[in-house]
């Protein structure tokens, strides 16, 4: 892994595209608890910096665990679609069925379908984490709240 890392870092030298390796970390995977922790280092300015180790790293916004559980990204993502839902509960009082649907399906789905392959939860726990958004998201519309949570998609 260290020669691989090395000759990337030649490749991006020789092509101008220089490393920030203050943001380079190294990430193991593994599903035991006990992960082995290897040292990599990388040559910069004929000095030899150690790369960090970490537990989680954030890639194109989706947060990565060294346990592939992306639990820690669809906890995040229900977090921001709570917000969302609360901004609209506060400034959209009284909506129709049409308007709500889409103020949902722009502010609120982009963010839980965003990356869908990792909301895409196998975790009993997790799924319905998820689904608690669109339960919340049914009972602000006074007509809905008696309704299932199945939000209407057309």
């Not at 194109?60 to 992306?70: A, E, N, Q, Y």
């Not at 977090?79 to 889409?102: C, P, T, W």
Request: proline share 1%; with cysteine; charged share 25%.
């Amino acid at each position: 892994m260290q020669k691989g890392f090395c000759a990337l870092k030649e490749w991006s030298d020789y092509w101008l595209l220089k490393l920030n390796i203050k943001k380079c970390n190294v990430l193991s995977f593994s599903y035991s608890n006990t992960i082995i922790k290897y040292k990599y280092s990388a040559c910069v300015d004929n000095r030899i910096i150690d790369l960090e180790g970490c537990n989680k790293v954030r890639d194109l916004g989706v947060i990565v665990d060294s346990k592939l559980s992306f639990s820690d990204h669809i906890t995040e993502k229900v977090i921001k679609a709570y917000s969302i839902l609360g901004i609209i509960k506060r400034n959209f009082q009284h909506v129709d069925k049409v308007a709500f649907v889409l103020l949902y399906k722009a502010f609120v789905r982009s963010h839980l379908k965003y990356s869908n392959t990792v909301l895409s939860p196998y975790k009993q726990y997790l799924i319905e984490v998820v689904e608690k958004v669109q339960k919340r998201a049914t009972k602000l519309v006074d007509y809905m709240s008696v309704n299932t949570y199945h939000i209407p998609t057309n």
